[in-house]
C-alpha cells in the first residue's frame, strides 16, 4: 500500500523558516518524481514545487521561487521541503503528491501538514 | 499558465440522483485532465485521469468524459462518500500543474 506521510508543521512567525519531510513508502521511491501541493485554510489547491527522481530537474511556483527548497533522499525514502521567509499568505495544509509513473498527474497524496505563518 | 474554471460551485443534489459537473480550460488540454474528490479534513483522492480512465478502485458510478477546453463529471446514483469536494486539474501544459477551484456536491 502506498503511503505517503508529511511532518514538520507548526506555527511560525513571519519571516521564520521551516523544514517539511514526507516519508514514502509502499512503494520503490527512487523510481518515482514527487511534488508539494499546498491547500490555504478553506482555498483550492495549488501547487507548490516538482523534483524529479534524479533531483537534475527542479521546479518551484512563482509565489515561492527563491523563498522554498525542494530535495529528496532516495535512500531514505523521503521528500523534503525547506521554506524560509515565511509569509502569512504561505498558511496552508502542504501535501507530498507523487507524480504518476508515465504521467504528469499526481495519483497519491499525503495526508498533510499544517503550516500557519503568524505572529 | 492554463486557468481551469468549474461549474457549478455548489450542487445540491438528492442521494441517489444523478450530478453533473463541469470544468473549463483557458486553452487546449488535449485529454490530459484528472478529476479529484476531497473529502473534510482528508487529502485529495484521484479519480478519472485522461479525461475519462477511472482510477483503481474507483467505481463505475462515476465518469469522466470532454477533450480540449470542456470536460465533464457525472456520478450517477449519489452515494453518501460522493458528498465531497471535487477538483479538475490539467497537466497538458506545465509547470504549473494548475487545479479548478471546486465544487461542492452537498445534500439536497
Known amino acids: 500500500e502506498v503511503q505517503l506521510v508529511e511532518s514538520g508543521g507548526g506555527l511560525v512567525q513571519p519571516g521564520g523558516s521551516l523544514r517539511l519531510s514526507c516519508a514514502a513508502s509502499?512503494?520503490?521511491?527512487?523510481?518515482?518524481?514527487m511534488n508539494w501541493v499546498r491547500q490555504a485554510p478553506g482555498k483550492g489547491l495549488e501547487w507548490v514545487s516538482y523534483?524529479?527522481?534524479?533531483?537534475?530537474?527542479?521546479y518551484y511556483a512563482d509565489s515561492v521561487e527563491g523563498r522554498f527548497t525542494i530535495s529528496r533522499d532516495n535512500a531514505k525514502n523521503s521528500l523534503y521541503l525547506q521554506m524560509n521567509s515565511l509569509r502569512a499568505e504561505d498558511t496552508a495544509v502542504y501535501y507530498c503528491?507523487?507524480?504518476?509513473?508515465?504521467?504528469?498527474?499526481?495519483?497519491?497524496w499525503g495526508q498533510g501538514t499544517l503550516v500557519t505563518v503568524s505572529s | 499558465e492554463i486557468v481551469m474554471t468549474q461549474s457549478p460551485v455548489t450542487l445540491s443534489v438528492s442521494p441517489g440522483e444523478r450530478a453533473t459537473l463541469s470544468c473549463r480550460a483557458s486553452?487546449?488540454?488535449?485529454?490530459?485532465l484528472a478529476w479529484y474528490r476531497q473529502k473534510p479534513g482528508q487529502a485529495p483522492r484521484l479519480l478519472i485521469y485522461?479525461?475519462?480512465t477511472r482510477a483503481t478502485g474507483i467505481p463505475a458510478r462515476i465518469t469522466g468524459s470532454g477533450s480540449g477546453t470542456e470536460f465533464t463529471l457525472t456520478i450517477s446514483s449519489l452515494q453518501s462518500e460522493d458528498f465531497a469536494v471535487y477538483y479538475c486539474?490539467?497537466?497538458?501544459?506545465?509547470?504549473?500543474?494548475?487545479f479548478g477551484q471546486g465544487t461542492k456536491v452537498e445534500i439536497k
Open positions: 485522461g479525461a475519462s
Open positions: 486553452q487546449s488540454v488535449s485529454s490530459n
Open positions: 509502499g512503494f520503490t521511491f527512487s523510481d518515482y518524481s
Open positions: 486539474q490539467q497537466y497538458e501544459n506545465w509547470p504549473p500543474w494548475t
Open positions: 503528491a507523487r507524480r504518476a509513473y508515465d504521467y504528469s498527474f499526481p495519483d497519491y
Open positions: 523534483i524529479s527522481v534524479s533531483t537534475r530537474i527542479i
